[in-house]
């Protein structure tokens, strides 16, 4: 009885049942299924037949995947140093109420429309060392080996990531910037603190969780891109951009083992949660409590 | 626990609903073909009118048995049609490139044996030229029929630069290595390179192995022989390969241009570089885009040179003999039964055969030296017709005939010495740990 009470005060139960159908449907089977067959041997034509943990020896042990692994962290490090700082300032200077601030703040944010592979396609054309922005500027330092270079396409790359994904940090940032009452700035500057002081002492610590949803979209993203460095270098040149998303998509679905790919698929999920894990620790039992004043 | 149970069974019932929902067909279908019409997928760009008006035509001749035609990009188009003959999904006319990706599809039941169907109809087999239609046996079976042109890897050179030099296309890889300090100096660029779609690579790999060693080298590699790529052909072809690169003989920025949108051919047509290995279908691209270059008679093509010393007949070429149609055996009899007939009445055809000829291509088909000399692009079509009949090997290119593992590793590794990052015996090593995968 005291149940059937309980239940009558909230939503039903019910209406959980599209949402955990989804996610059984689209996350937990097919989970399963790749799990299933990283223990297999499958050219994607033939007959599934099982191989153990040959698969996962094979993902393991070659250098491809180590070094896979490595661009995919310094990716992922690069990009948050980069996007970090820069979002956290645009959006704090976009969270003013001026005019001029709206009209920049929609040109920024320009780069979020677009689609990653039209990104993509366009920063390729543009950085050709012969036919590009380069030459057809005239500025001769810009016709570099952008994409063909070991040493400087990851940097082209973080760098085009940046540019892409900036305008939602910064929109995050923003959002976040926006929350905090203004009564705090109004008692800072009766206490006669200038706007460096004020940016410190209220504004950063009161972004602590914004900046840590920002950071862990950040991370987990820099886990999946794919789309954009497929289009723009294909992995290349050599592996030196082969990140593990990517190498896991040649694996499966250029080199046909789909066995590999699937470990490898599976070695995603398990850094990507744990990874999750650690940014939600960092951000303290209280994390999701408001802060704002009086809740 | 009523409540969980029933909850349970609605879940599943979305689920099993959804997955029905998502097993349903997909693809725009063609109004005027019904589902018994057989599939053909093809690829976008240079043949793809041919095909296009060649099914057009056919359609209005033969109500009964329409085809209904889809058209793809190239990269696109090889994983998509892997997944979808994988899943039995596969189109009625399957399009390839014979080698390794066509003895996949052979050991997995997936492409019907068209042996009892050139028996029945032997105008059929004769149609072709035997090195080209060697391309779609396995196993000593016919699997494909080849149904565009044959596309040797040739050097193309730019006249007017050449002219302006005084100097003479190169014969041998002497005279190739003599070249590029000169056109150096010229502020010209020796060779156009696409680096960055890293097949471009393969054409220098595969020439200079061939030139040096022969084509049993590669056969080795195919056929898995222990430490086959540590062969001396492969280690010398590819110190070459980076002597090459040394001396400056790529454009500069070679690793980052793309070969898709065609800029490597553009630094050709506007004098940036001298020359360009690539294969036979670059022509018919440049007629589309550089339409004064070729009509003027500036493009020139001599095949690759000779390497002195070298084991391998300098009249061998590489590339692809030509791409293929094979017929699906998931197909309905239905399907199937039109698809032959298309084999046999609507491919290579007098049309069929003309229009390509037209576009500047030359088909892999017999008895066309009439045709070929009535053609607006006489020296080409001749060159590349006499360059297929006369090669004692015409090799296809590496990274159809290796298994799609091998052919991954080496295009990676190749882009490595390129770029200078490995060193040939490293290359060996790295690609023999890849043998009979």
């Keep these: 009885m005291k149940v059937r009470g309980a239940r009558a005060e909230g939503p039903s139960a019910w209406m959980v049942v599209p949402a955990l159908a989804f996610f059984l449907v689209f996350a937990v089977l097919p989970l399963l299924g790749v799990v299933f067959l990283s223990f297999t041997n499958w050219n994607g034509l033939g007959a599934i037949t099982w ?56 040109l920024y944010f320009v780069p979020l429309l677009l689609s990653s592979a039209a990104v993509a396609i366009a920063f390729k054309a543009l950085l050709d060392p012969n036919l590009g922005m380069g030459p057809g500027l005239g500025l001769p330092f810009l016709a570099q080996n952008w994409l063909g270079s070991a040493d400087l396409v990851l940097f082209v790359v973080i760098f085009v990531i940046a540019w892409q994904f900036v305008p939602f940090h910064t929109l995050i940032y923003q959002g976040g910037v926006r929350q905090i009452p203004a009564s ?11 706007r460096i002081q004020q940016f410190f002492h209220i504004t950063l610590p009161q972004l602590k969780y914004t900046i840590i949803t920002s950071s862990t979209l950040m991370v987990l993203g820099s886990l999946a891109y794919f789309d954009l460095i497929f289009v723009l270098t294909a992995g290349g040149p050599g592996y030196a951009t082969r990140l593990l998303p990517l190498h896991m998509y040649l694996t499966g679905f250029r080199a046909n083992d789909m066995g590999a790919a699937s470990a490898l698929g599976v070695i995603l999920v398990v ?16 994390r999701s409590s408001s802060q704002l004043e009086g809740a | 626990m009523r409540t969980t149970t029933s909850l349970l069974s609605a879940a599943s019932a979305i689920t099993l609903a959804l997955g029905l929902a998502a097993c349903g067909s997909s693809g725009p279908a063609d109004p005027a073909a019904d589902s018994d019409s057989p599939t053909m997928w093809a690829l976008t760009g240079s043949s793809e009118n041919i095909f296009r008006s060649s099914v057009e035509d056919w359609n209005e001749a033969n109500a009964d048995d329409k085809i209904n035609q889809e058209f793809f990009a190239n990269d696109a188009y090889k994983t998509k049609v892997r997944t979808a003959v994988g899943a039995g999904e596969g189109p009625t006319f399957i399009y390839g490139w014979g080698g390794g990706v066509l003895k996949s599809y052979v050991d997995a039941g997936h492409v019907s044996d068209l042996d009892q169907f050139l028996a029945d109809n032997p105008e059929v087999k004769e149609r072709y ?19 565009n042109n044959m596309q040797p890897v040739v050097l193309y050179y730019n006249k007017q630069v050449f002219e302006d030099m005084g100097v003479e296309p190169p014969e041998t890889w002497d005279d190739l290595m003599a070249l590029v300090p000169e056109f150096n100096e010229a502020g010209i660029a020796p060779f156009a390179l696409a680096g960055q779609s890293k097949w471009p690579n393969l054409m220098w790999l595969s020439y200079l192995v061939d030139r040096i060693g022969g084509p049993e080298v590669f056969q080795a590699i195919l056929d898995g022989e222990e430490d086959a790529w540590s062969d001396p052909a492969v280690i010398e072809a590819l110190t070459k390969i980076q002597e090459l690169v040394d001396a400056g003989g790529f454009i500069n920025g070679f690793s980052s241009i793309a070969a898709d949108a065609g800029a490597d051919s ?18 018919q691209n440049l007629k589309n885009d550089a339409p004064e270059f070729v009509e003027s008679g500036e493009v020139g093509f001599v095949p690759f040179p000779e390497v002195e010393g070298g084991a391998g007949d300098p009249a061998n070429v590489v590339g692809n003999p030509a791409n293929m149609w094979s017929v699906s055996s998931t197909a309905s009899d239905q399907q199937k039964e039109s698809a032959l007939k298309y084999l046999k009445d609507g491919l290579f055809n007098e049309e069929y055969t003309q229009a390509m000829i037209d576009s500047g291509a030359v088909p892999a088909v017999n008895g066309i030296e009439d045709q070929l000399a009535a053609s607006d692009d006489k020296d080409f079509v001749e060159f590349v017709y006499g360059l297929a009949q006369d090669a004692p090997s015409f090799q296809l290119s590496w990274d159809q005939a290796l298994s799609p593992a091998q052919g991954d590793a080496m295009l990676a590794n190749l882009d490595q010495i390129f770029i200078g990052e490995i060193t040939p015996e490293e290359f060996a090593d790295n690609m023999n740990a890849t043998l009979g995968k």
């Design chain 1, 51 to 106: 191989a153990g943990l040959e698969s996962w020896q094979t993902a393991l042990t070659d250098s491809v995947t180590m070094n896979a692994l490595i661009v995919t962290l310094k990716i992922m490090v690069y990009s948050l140093v980069v996007q970090v700082p820069i979002s956290l300032l645009l959006g704090v200077f976009t969270a003013g109420t001026q005019r001029y601030r709206a009209v920049l703040a929609v």
């Design chain 1, 184 to 194: 705090f700035y109004e008692a800072a500057q009766i206490d006669g603190a200038g």
């Design chain 1, 271 to 286: 850094i990507g949660l744990g990874l999750a894990l650690v940014l939600q620790r960092l951000g303290g039992k209280n």
């Design chain 2, 129 to 147: 030229i035997p090195s080209v239609l060697e391309n779609g046996v396995i196993d000593g079976k016919t699997y494909a029929l080849p149904n």
């Design chain 2, 266 to 283: 553009a630094l050709l047509y506007t004098d940036k570089a001298a020359m360009m290995l690539h294969g036979g279908w670059v022509y």
